[in-house]
């Protein structure tokens, strides 16, 4: 299943074509905080027009309602058959109730990421791919990459204008990378010589706003083994293969993350140096 972010009927009309030329079914979203910037009245007028003009062709329909409850409720009352909520848990356990009883669905909750995927020789990324193939539980739900800002639950919206302002002032760079450490006895992390005060630099950046916490070491996640011995292990074989990975960071993202489902909210670019 594909998914677009859409804003306008025309965009919406363009993502349904595209799939359905594809063969596959399309999941629309609605920009964060959808329901507040367009109103719940826009959406559902947007979703009974989809329907009429898209009878027969498989798609979802979401609002990101935010934090209004009253809003959640209003979208599911209009027909909405799909809300995202992410206000106080008793009013999401209440609109899951009424979700039920409308026929709609509650998405589920999501965290938000600010990651970092850096431009990489075609090689490189291979070499890193078949390591996390073999070792990472996130290889299909994301590529290589740098996390800035871990889990969040702050507004959609400041984070992204956090994000692109950030972007704004700071330079794109170069990086590189050679040593693989375990860390934490189970997590195999790719650790950057050059480049890692950069990368501490923009997560110091976003951390400003974002309620991310903790020590924060720049790295590129490979692996998760069952134990200490055997992520030091598997650290130790590749350490003696001496491969040096070299790549640039010029975009960061703003991604939201429910269980084993990612959502691109927002690319920004870096200015250039």
């Not at 935010?66 to 799909?82: P, S, Y």
């Not at 083994?225 to 975009?251: F, W, Y």
Request: charged share 20%; hydrophobic share 45%.
């Amino acid at each position: 299943m594909t998914t677009t972010i859409i804003a306008s009927l025309p965009e919406a009309r363009a993502a349904l074509a595209a799939a359905k030329s594809s063969g596959v079914a399309a999941e629309l979203e609605s920009p964060p905080d959808g329901a507040s910037i367009y109103g719940v009245l826009w959406f559902a007028e947007l979703n009974r027009t989809l329907l009429a003009e898209f009878a027969g062709q498989p798609f979802s329909l979401t609002l990101d309602c935010g934090n209004r409850a009253d809003l959640a409720h209003a979208a599911l009352v209009e027909g909405i058959k799909r809300i995202r909520f992410s206000g106080h848990p008793e009013a999401r356990t209440a609109l899951g109730e009424i979700a039920a009883q409308l026929g709609a669905e509650l998405a589920a909750s999501e965290l938000l990421y600010v990651v970092a995927e850096p431009e990489l020789s075609s090689a490189d990324r291979e070499w890193i791919q078949a390591i996390r193939a073999q070792h990472d539980p996130q290889f299909s739900l994301i590529g290589p990459h740098f996390t800035l800002v871990f889990g969040t639950t702050i507004s959609p919206n400041a984070l992204i204008a956090r994000v692109q302002a950030c972007t704004a002032r700071l330079s794109a760079f170069a990086f590189g990378a050679q040593l693989i450490k375990a860390f934490e006895d189970r997590y195999l992390f790719l650790i950057p010589d050059a480049g890692a005060r950069e990368l501490t630099a923009l997560h110091e950046e976003l951390h400003q706003e974002s309620g991310a916490g903790g020590t924060f070491v720049p790295h590129v996640t490979i692996g998760c083994l069952p134990d200490a011995e055997a992520a030091h292990k598997v650290a130790e074989q590749l350490n003696r293969q001496q491969r040096g990975i070299r790549g640039r960071v010029s975009t960061l993202k703003v991604i939201a993350v429910a269980g084993s489902e990612a959502r691109d909210l927002a690319t920004f670019a870096l200015k250039d140096r």
